[in-house]
């Protein structure tokens, strides 16, 4: 029981952030632990042969910085299928061509509406900048589509078609599609660029097929030989990624980014324990939960793993 003493952090000499998440591990300090083991489970899933490799997001993180953080992760190739919400869409589109701007919490919210700014968090979100674009470049390709006989698409056709014709090598989508990373949306009405294809299709007989999304999945489940999921927030995104795993016996190796609470029994809150129940993660998996937010703790963990990748390249 007492093997691992704590040890203090040593910042004689220069550190790099790998160095520090190195010394999490021994500082221990009740979540640094959990970072530390995040970023070796993340480590072993990437080099596990045969592993295909899940990443679950919410849309909010993709109108801050850290969409910077998710892109690398496609743009390398470190992951296999990508299942996020509606709102990664919109704020991905927006971005490419227009700026969110820094705010705070406690700002005016009346003022901010008369003025025609957004307010998400911390972060401001002119109109200009999201519902007027994403309307302009969405309108423009959908029309470009229907013109091409495409009168269905499932969302991971969607959004192949979004990152390639209206996105930029800024974007989380665009590399999903130069890599052919299939990027699955389950929710895609909730959101700006959902409500455009609703708005589409009152016009022209256009539909989305979520059923065609589901047999892509059902078909990468059942012929995947071990599975692994970096899950960051909860909601539907989390929940798709842990339902289909299901299938296969559940997750080999599942990393949890969250601020969400148990006590109230959501999805969004509940620990990776709790998904062993449902055989949505194997008993034997490799997992761990790291509480908080993700606009902190992700940087810091995908640029320790980037360190190690790099590392075990150059040997």
């Given at each position: ?6 040890k203090d952090?040593?910042?004689s ?15 221990w ?6 970072l530390a ?9 990437i080099h ?7 990443l ?8 801050t910085?850290?969409?910077?953080v998710?892109k ?16 990664t ?20 919210d ?9 307010r998400?968090g911390?972060?401001l979100?002119?109109?200009?900048s ?13 029309r ?11 969302t ?8 390639t014709?209206?996105?930029n ?14 990027v699955?949306?389950?929710g895609?009405?909730?959101g ?5 294809l ?8 256009f ?11 059902n ?15 909860g909601?539907i ?12 016996d ?6 949890y980014v969250?601020?969400a609470?148990?006590?109230?029994g ?12 449902w ?9 761990v ?14 640029c ?8 075990k390249?150059?040997?």
């Amino acid at each position: 029981m007492l093997k691992g003493p704590v040890k203090d952090y040593d910042f004689s000499g220069s550190i790099s952030v790998n160095d520090l998440v190195i010394q999490m591990e021994n500082s221990w300090g009740f979540t640094a632990g959990k970072l530390a083991k995040g970023v070796e489970i993340l480590e072993k899933m990437i080099h596990e042969k045969n592993c295909t490799k899940f990443l679950s997001f919410t849309g909010n993180l993709v109108a801050t910085g850290t969409r910077g953080v998710l892109k690398e992760l496609v743009k390398r190739k470190l992951v296999d299928i990508v299942i996020t919400t509606c709102g990664t869409l919109d704020h991905d589109l927006a971005r490419c061509w227009k700026n969110y701007y820094k705010g705070s919490f406690t700002m005016n919210d009346s003022d901010l509406h008369a003025r025609k700014i957004n307010r998400l968090g911390n972060v401001l979100v002119p109109n200009e900048s999201y519902g007027e674009i994403i309307e302009k470049k969405m309108d423009t390709l959908l029309r470009s589509l229907w013109k091409e006989g495409a009168k269905e698409l499932s969302t991971s056709q969607l959004c192949r078609e979004i990152g390639t014709r209206i996105c930029n090598d800024s974007s989380i989508l665009y590399w999903a599609a130069k890599n052919n990373i299939p990027v699955y949306v389950p929710g895609i009405t909730d959101g700006s660029v959902g409500y455009q294809l609703w708005f589409f299709s009152q016009e022209h007989d256009f539909r989305i097929n979520l059923l065609k999304d589901s047999q892509e999945l059902n078909d990468m489940v059942f012929t995947a030989k071990k599975t692994g999921a970096l899950l960051i927030g909860g909601g539907i995104s989390k929940h798709h990624t842990l339902w289909w795993n299901q299938f296969k016996d559940g997750l080999d190796y599942a990393v949890y980014v969250s601020t969400a609470d148990e006590w109230d029994g959501s999805l969004s809150g509940a620990r990776p324990r709790e998904a062993v129940s449902w055989g949505k993660i194997s008993s034997k998996a490799r997992r761990v939960i790291v509480e908080g937010d993700a606009s902190v703790i992700l940087p810091i963990m995908v640029c320790s793993l980037l360190t190690r990748l790099a590392a075990k390249t150059v040997k």
